[in-house]
């Protein structure tokens, strides 16, 4: 079970990383930041599904990014799809 946490922490810090390089001040991004409060559009999460899609192979699909409220949403679907 170790083994999840440290990719949950891993993807929590690239999903962080990403919206630092979107703009978004790094102290801001917490796991129950919601997007609408960190100013991140519909723009950036398919920007971020991207990322996501090329590091870790999940696919995101609209439906699932109409879902996603905050940073943690994010984290826990892309462990979830990869564990």
Partial sequence: MPQA????EQIEQ???DALVEFGEERENITPGARFEDLEVDSLDLVELAQIVED?????LADADLDK???VGDVVELIASRTA
């Fill in 5 to 8: 946490t440290q990719n949950k």
């Fill in 14 to 16: 690239r999903v962080t």
């Fill in 55 to 59: 590091e870790y192979g999940v696919e």
């Fill in 68 to 70: 996603m409220e905050t």
